[in-house]
C-alpha cells in the first residue's frame, strides 16, 4: 500500500514552528518531512526532526500507566490500567484535600508541546480543583519585561524582513541551533552585501555565518549599549529627527546616564576594548537599516530586563525602528491570535489559588508550609532536569509523603520520582493547534496515526481525571477538536481576513502583520526610553548576581543544536553528535589547573557537583565555562546534569530564570569521587 501523507507541525518549543510532511504507511509514520508550503520553513527540519519517526515510534516509549514498586527514583515501576491509575490519584487528592486543601497539590508544566490546547489542557481542571497556580517563568519573562518597557506592545516586522537589512547583528543568540530558519533571511541579506555581527559570550556554532564575532562578558551587553549609545549621542550620530518624533525622554537618558557610559567605563565592564565598542557604534550607527535580532540568553541573569531594555533603545537613537529592514526583532507576539481564556478558564477558580514560581520548584517541595505541597502532577515538563537547582528539587521529589503523578511519552529524569506515571501521545497522535514565537504562522494539525499502545494526549487525560474528580461542567466532556472549534469560532482583531479553508485542510497560515510602520503602542505612543512606569525611569547598566562571586568561571547553560532543552536524548545519534555531556573551557584555563581535553571532571559550586568531559577549545574566552545542552541522568557521566549548578534566583523583572547567572569553579574528578551514573540518592547542599 502506498503512504499517505498528512501535514502536521513540529510542537517542539522552538520560534521555527516548522510545517511537516508526514508519510504514513501501515498505521506508522515511517518518513517525516519539512512542508515546503510553510511560508517561512519552506521545507527544511532541523536535525533533531530529521527523525521525527524514531521519537514517535522510539521502543523506549511509555505505553502504559506504570505504579511505583521500588524506591522513590530508582525507575522500578510496574504496569496498571489506567482505571486504576485514576482512581488511585483521585482517591490521593480527595485524601489531601481533605487533610490540607486544594492548593497542596501542585501542577508542573511547560513547553514539551507547544499547541494551544494540549499545552494548556491542564489549567481548566486545576483552577475547577482549586490547586496552587504555576508561575510559567523559567523561559524569557524577563525579556519580555525589557522589551516591553520601551516598546510598549509594538509588533516586532516580519522575520523575512531581515533580508532587507544592511547590517544585522545576531545577539545573545545561537541562531544555527535555537532559529535555523531565521538564517535564511540573513543569508539573503548577505547576498546583497550586508554584514552579520554575533555577540555573544564564546563561539558559537553561528558563528559560521557572522563575518565579525564579539565576545562580551557574561551579563554585561547593556554596557556595550550604552557605550555605543554614549560615541553616538557624542560623535553626533544620532538622528535627531526621529528622537524629537518618536522617542520619549531621549534629552534625560543622555544628560542623566548616557554622559557617564564612556567606552572606557563601559569596556572595564564588558572586557572589549574602547576602540571597538567605538567602532560599532559608528559602524551601527552609518548603516542604513540595521537589524537586531535579539535572543532569550542575555536576558537570564539577575540584570537580565534592564539589558533588553537598553538594548531596545539602541536602534531608536539611529531611527532604525523606522525603517524597513531595520530595528529589533525579539520575537513574535502571536498570543492575541486566540482567545485562549475559553481553554484556560480562570472563571472555574471560586478564589484565586496561591501562585508558586516554577524557578524555585526546589523550594515549593522542600520550605513551602500552609499547606505545604504534598502531591505534584508533572505534564510535558521536565524540572528533574531543566528547572534550576536541581538537587533541591530531587530532595523534594524524593519525600516519601509527596504524591507525584508525572504524565510523559519517556521516563524521563522527573518521571523516575514518580509514583504514577501515565503514557503520553507525540503530537502526531493527537489534535491541537499552533501559533509561533517566532513567525507569524499558525497552523491546525490532525492526528496522523493512532496512540502509541495506551498513550493519552494532555486533554484525554484531563477529561478522564476530571470525570473521576466529579466534574460535572460539559466543558470537560469535549474533544480537543471541540475546543480547537471553539478557538477558531471566537473572532479575534489578528486572524481577521486569513485564509480559513487552507487553516482547515492543516496548511500554515500567516497572519496579517497589524500594523503600519511606525505605530508605536505604548502608553505614549513613543518609544520610551523614558517609562515612568518602572522602578528605574531611565535604563542602566545594572550588575548581575554572579558579580562579585569567589568562584572563577561563568557556566553558560546554552542551547546545542543537537537536542532541545531535555527533548531528543532518547536518540543515541543525536547524543552522539553532541559528543558526549562536556564543559568546554579555554587552553589557558585548562592549562592553569592541569587539566587536558577529554578527561572527567567535575565543575562545582555552593549548590552541587556535576562530572562533565572536559572540552578543551578556543572558542571559549577565558573566564567562562559553556556546557551545552540538558543531559538526561542515565546518560550523564556522573549522576547530576548541569542545572545542578543553577540557583533559584530571579530575574530584576519577570521572576525569571537566571540560569546563566552561575559561577563555577572545575577540577579533575578524582578516585573515589567517581560517581555512579545510577545512584540515585539525593545529595544534600555542601
Ligand atoms: N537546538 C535547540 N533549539 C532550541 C532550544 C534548544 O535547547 N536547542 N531551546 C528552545 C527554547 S526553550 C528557547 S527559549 C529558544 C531560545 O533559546 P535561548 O536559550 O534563548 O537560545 P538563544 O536565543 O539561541 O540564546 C542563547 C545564547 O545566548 C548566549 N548568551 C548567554 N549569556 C549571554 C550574554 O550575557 N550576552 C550575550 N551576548 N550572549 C549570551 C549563549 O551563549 C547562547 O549562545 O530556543 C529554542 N530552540
Ligand atoms: N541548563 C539549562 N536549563 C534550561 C535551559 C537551558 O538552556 N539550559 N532552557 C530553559 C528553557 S528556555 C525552557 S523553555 C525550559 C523547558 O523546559 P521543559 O518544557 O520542561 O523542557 P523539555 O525538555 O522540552 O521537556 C518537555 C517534556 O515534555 C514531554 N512531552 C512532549 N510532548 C508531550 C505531550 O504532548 N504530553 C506530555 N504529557 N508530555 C509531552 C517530553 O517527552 C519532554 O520530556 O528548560 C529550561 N532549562
Ligand atoms: S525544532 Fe524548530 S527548526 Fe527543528 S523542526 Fe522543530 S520547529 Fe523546525
Ligand atoms: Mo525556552
Redesign the pocket.
Known sequence: MSPTITRSVCP????DACGLLVEVAGGRAVRVTGDPDHPFTRGTL?P?MLHYERTVHSPQRLTTPLLRTGAKGSGTFRPIPWEEAVERIAERWRGIIATHGAEAILPYSY?GTMGLVQRNAGHPFFHRLGASRLDRTI??PAKDAGWKAVMGETPSPHPDEVAESDLVIL?????A???IHFLHGVREAKKRGAAVWL????E?P?AAVADRVIL??????GALALGMMHVIEREGLADRDFIERYVQGFAEFSGQVLSDCTPERMGGITGLAPAVIEELARAYARAGAPFIRL????S??GNGAM?VRTIAALPALVGAYGKRGGGCFPGTSTGPAFALKEVTREDFMARPSRIVNMNRLGQALTELADPPVMSLYVYHANPAAVTPDQNAILRGMARDDLFTVVHERFMTDTARYADIVLPATSSLEHADIYRSYGTYCIQRARPAIAPEGESRSNWDTFTLLAEAMGFGEPFFRQSADDLIDRLLAVPTAMREGIDLASLAEGKAVELPLASAPRAFRTASEKIEILNPAEPHPLPRYLAIHEEKGDLPLML?T????????ASFYELEELREKQGGMRLMVAPAEASARGLVDGQRVVAFNGLGEVDFILAVTDRVPAGVA?AE??WWIEHAPGNRTVNALTSQRLTDRGNGSTF?DTRIEVRAAGKGQELSPHSWIPQHPM
Open positions: 517542539y518549543d522552538c520560534p532541523c533533531k513547553a523561559c524569557s545577539w545573545g543568540i545561537n541562531a541551533a535555537t532559529s555577540i555573544d559570550t564564546y558559537t553561528t562580551t562578558r557574561p551579563g554585561s551587553d535572543g532569550s540568553g542575555l537570564r541573569y539589558t553558560m546554552a542551547p546545542t543544536p543537537y537536542a532541545l532543552n559553556v545542552g540538558v546563566y
